[in-house]
């Protein structure tokens, strides 16, 4: 039984039975049966592509509505990079951070804080004897479940860092217990601002044995459209970023990878291209290099179907906000060590796609059937058995889900032979 927790889901009542989303899926989770897409939730890594795609706006993403925020006594905004970029005209990211304030969070820890404190982690994980190259980063859920559900073999080369929402998240809670020795644990409410689902459903299910210290996860979106109701631009702000550069810079592709100051590094956004560099490395078909940076959104964060503004724009205006700001904030010092708590220990537990069973006779026997009903289909991957390709369909025949006989090709063709041999039938008995 499938226990995780997904934020992308589908609304039948908007769906039409097309197959754009099944044709998008990185991980073939969407089949079309009855006039109506199915998610399938041990394949959906939470991506969003069918949520870009949808052109009904069938599929949706769940996340917390921001006034949940106020059942907490302490509450505690945790604005990722991307949130900055959203905003038109923006040349000074403390008057978003005041604008959070002025909605009533009490206090604010940017996410590009725990980035840079990310970033001087890797650079010193990088120079550990002894680990699997290239390292991966664990930054992108959606790439550290496509990598353990897809690409297994791969598992061993992803970076076992805490993203920079956990670092921050974290680091906002110790300040706050700090500050106020009053407050319980429970008392403190840490709301992450999101630019995408795979966020939501990385909160919400842990990793691994860990829990996240995230307690609600909300969209840009919406906290963009409360935020211009009461940013004021003539009014000084009473906070200041504790990002530079580097925290700011992850929310574009490269940007992680910019600030390990590594010249042997590949940096890729984009579902089919991330996919295109993940088959490469397992095939051993890539350069050698230290580090590489996967981002599932195209162009990063900025990318995110959370967000509003469009991703070419926003990285723009990242790099005029970026202009006059300092590289690092946080700089750690030469010869420092990775804290504990900046690990996490073990990686989820998912069922890897290409196992068919969990016993390995009974996997070759059913690949083996696989096969030969796949030489059987047209080879044409039309779409329109409600399979993604006929390698899935025939995997979908073979496991029970789906008929042969649903194979519309095939069927009219069997219904042209019919029509063929019965009229010449016809017309034979005719001439005799």
Same mark, same amino acid.
């Given at each position: 039984m499938n226990s995780y927790l997904h934020s992308v889901s589908l609304d039948a009542e908007?769906?039409?039975?097309?197959?754009?989303?099944?044709?998008?899926?990185?991980?073939?989770?969407?089949?079309?049966?009855?006039?109506?897409?199915?998610?399938?939730?041990?394949?959906?890594?939470?991506?969003?592509?069918? @949520?870009? /795609?949808?052109?009904?706006?069938?599929?949706?993403?769940? $996340?917390? #509505?921001?006034?949940?925020?106020?059942?907490?006594?302490y509450k505690i905004a945790l604005p990722a990079p991307t949130l900055f970029a959203q905003f038109d005209h923006l040349d000074d990211m403390d008057y978003v951070l005041q604008g959070l304030l002025d909605l009533g969070f009490d206090d604010v820890f940017e996410v590009a804080k725990g980035a840079e404190f990310v970033s001087a982690y890797t650079? @010193?994980?990088?120079?550990?004897?002894?680990? !699997? !190259?290239?390292?991966?980063?664990? +930054?992108?859920?959606?790439?550290?479940?496509?990598?353990?559900?897809?690409?297994?073999?791969?598992?061993? /080369?992803?970076?076992?860092?805490?993203?920079?929402?956990?670092?921050?998240?974290?680091?906002a809670r110790e300040r706050a217990l700090f500050l106020h020795p009053e407050l319980k644990p429970e008392e403190i409410g840490v709301c992450f601002i999101s630019p995408c689902p795979a966020k939501v459903s990385y909160v919400r299910n842990g990793f691994g044995s860990y829990k996240s210290a995230v307690d609600l996860v909300v969209s840009v979106?919406?906290? $963009?459209? *409360?935020?211009?109701?009461?940013?004021?631009?003539?009014?000084?702000?009473?906070?200041?970023? *504790? #990002?530079?550069?580097?925290?700011?810079?992850? =929310?574009?592709?490269?940007? &992680? =990878?910019? =600030?390990?100051?590594?010249?042997?590094?590949?940096? #890729?956004?984009?579902? &089919?291209?991330?996919?295109?560099?993940?088959? *490469?490395?397992?095939? %051993?078909?890539i350069p050698a290099v230290d580090f590489v940076e996967l981002n599932a959104c195209p162009g990063g964060c900025v990318g995110g179907v959370?967000?509003? &503004?469009?991703?070419?724009? #926003?990285? /723009?205006?990242?790099?005029?906000?970026?202009? $006059?700001?300092?590289?690092?904030?946080?700089?750690? &010092?030469? %010869?420092?060590?990775?804290?504990?708590?900046?690990?996490?220990?073990?990686?989820?537990?998912y069922h890897p796609l290409?196992?068919?069973?969990?016993?390995i006779g009974e996997s070759m026997r059913l690949m083996a059937r696989i096969q030969a009903v796949r !030489?059987?289909?047209?080879?044409?991957?039309?779409?329109?058995?409600g399979a993604p390709n006929c390698r899935a369909f025939a995997e979908d025949i073979v496991l029970g889900h789906a008929n042969q006989n649903e194979c519309i090709i095939a069927y009219k063709e069997m219904i042209q032979? $019919?029509?063929? /041999?019965? +009229?010449?039938?016809? =017309? !034979?008995?005719?001439? *005799?």
């Open positions: 908007k769906c039409t039975g097309c197959t754009t989303c099944m044709k998008h899926c990185p991980t073939e989770a969407i089949r079309v049966r009855g006039g109506c897409a199915e998610i399938d939730a041990a394949r959906c890594i939470d991506c969003g592509e069918c @949520i870009r /795609n949808c052109t009904n706006n069938a599929k949706k993403s769940s $996340y917390d #509505a921001l006034d949940k925020i106020h059942q907490f006594k650079r @010193i994980y990088l120079q550990t004897e002894g680990i !699997k !190259k290239p390292v991966i980063s664990t +930054a992108c859920p959606v790439i550290t479940r496509l990598i353990v559900l897809r690409f297994p073999f791969l598992k061993d /080369n992803l970076i076992p860092l805490l993203p920079p929402m956990e670092v921050a998240a974290t680091m979106s919406e906290v $963009y459209f *409360q935020l211009i109701n009461v940013m004021k631009r003539e009014k000084t702000p009473t906070v200041s970023t *504790q #990002a530079g550069r580097i925290g700011l810079s992850w =929310a574009m592709c490269g940007g &992680e =990878a910019s =600030a390990l100051f590594n010249d042997k590094i590949i940096a #890729a956004d984009g579902i &089919e291209n991330v996919i295109s560099v993940l088959d *490469q490395i397992e095939d %051993g078909n959370l967000t509003i &503004e469009n991703p070419f724009v #926003a990285k /723009n205006r990242l790099h005029t906000l970026r202009r $006059y700001m300092p590289v690092s904030l946080n700089p750690v &010092e030469e %010869g420092s060590f990775i804290p504990g708590n900046a690990f996490f220990d073990e990686l989820p537990d290409n196992r068919l069973s969990d016993n !030489k059987e289909l047209p080879g044409i991957d039309c779409g329109s058995c032979d $019919y029509i063929r /041999n019965y +009229a010449g039938g016809e =017309a !034979k008995n005719e001439g *005799q």
